[in-house]
């Protein structure tokens, strides 16, 4: 019996090499897509899936994750320190068949929790709840952030101010006018630190005073100044597809060899497959094997 529900075991050859494909247009795209924090910033501070879909780092991230392969992306709620991502004909769903009762999309976890960690610079955990393979019309991502990096990613140096002048004893009204803030950004401002529990009835939480004590110090006041990733996005995407179809060439010479593999050798490369990180890491396990 093949595992995965595979009809054959070239089936789970071609498999893994789809994996393969996936993975290295993954790395590639994270490689490519480092974001600077003031869009970061916009992202983060959506209050409403419609919000988030205006913002360009998300448009950014809708196109990128298709052109890799992960599917069509759209945002089915938003929260302080949580995000659900839901992705629609995905290639990973369809590279396990029959898997009715399983989350299969490891693969799309752990590239949208290396793209929040090494390209926002928001460290996150990332779980699959809904998936196609069990049932679901989507696949579905919850994301969780780390709130001291959201804390300092959200408030800048304005918010620091106004913080630190309202623990001097001073009001919010009183704080923005030494500043001269106009009224809309003043209430911009009042709501996002509402929002995030920093003031309340006019006076700093204990959250508040805790992240002036503590997270404003640890803040890196220079603001990154690069260009956005999607300034260039015509030539990420071309260095996407050039990986993906080398990978798939070295994918379709494997396939060429699939006769010589027999039952015992593939049960025990899927094996493991389940304890490897990445399909290089599995190709790296079986050299050194061959080279014993």
């Known amino acids: 019996m093949t595992p995965y529900g595979f009809k054959s075991f070239a089936e789970v050859v071609a498999g893994l090499g789809k994996l393969t494909q996936l993975e290295t247009a993954i790395s590639k795209a994270i490689e490519q897509s480092k974001v600077p924090s003031q869009e970061t910033r916009k992202f983060i501070k959506s209050q409403t899936p419609d919000q988030l879909r205006n913002v360009a780092l998300f448009q950014f991230m809708k196109e990128l994750f298709k052109d890799i392969g992960l599917g069509e992306m759209d945002v089915s709620r938003v929260d302080n320190f949580k995000l659900y991502l839901s992705f629609a004909s995905s290639q990973v769903c369809e590279i396990y068949p029959k ?46 952030l780390q709130p001291l990096a959201v804390y300092q990613m959200v408030l ?78 015509s030539r990420i995407a071309g260095e996407i597809a050039s990986t993906a179809s080398f990978a798939e060439a070295v994918s379709e010479t494997t396939d060429d060899s699939t006769e010589e593999i027999n039952e015992k050798e593939v049960t025990s490369m899927t094996e493991e497959a389940k304890k490897s990180h990445s ?10 094997e061959g080279e014993n």
Request: charged fraction near 30%; hydrophobic fraction near 30%; proline fraction near 4%.
């Open 279 to 288: 399909f290089a890491e599995l190709i790296a396990k079986k050299v050194k």
């Open 99 to 144: 898997q009715n009762k399983k989350m299969t999309c490891y693969i799309t976890s752990d590239a949208l929790s290396r793209f929040f960690s090494e390209d926002l610079g928001l460290p996150a955990d990332v779980s699959e709840i809904e998936c196609c393979n069990k049932g679901s019309p989507t696949c579905i991502f919850e994301i969780g």
């Open 156 to 233: 800048d140096s304005v918010d620091r101010s106004i913080i630190s002048s309202m623990i001097d004893g001073k009001s919010f009204d009183e704080s923005i006018n030494e500043m001269s803030l106009d009224k809309s950004e003043a209430e911009y401002r009042h709501s996002t630190l509402k929002r995030y529990h920093v003031i309340e009835e006019e006076r700093v939480t204990e959250i508040g005073k805790t992240y002036h004590k503590y997270g404003g110090s640890l803040f890196n006041e220079e603001e990154d100044n690069f260009p956005p990733p999607w300034v260039e996005y």
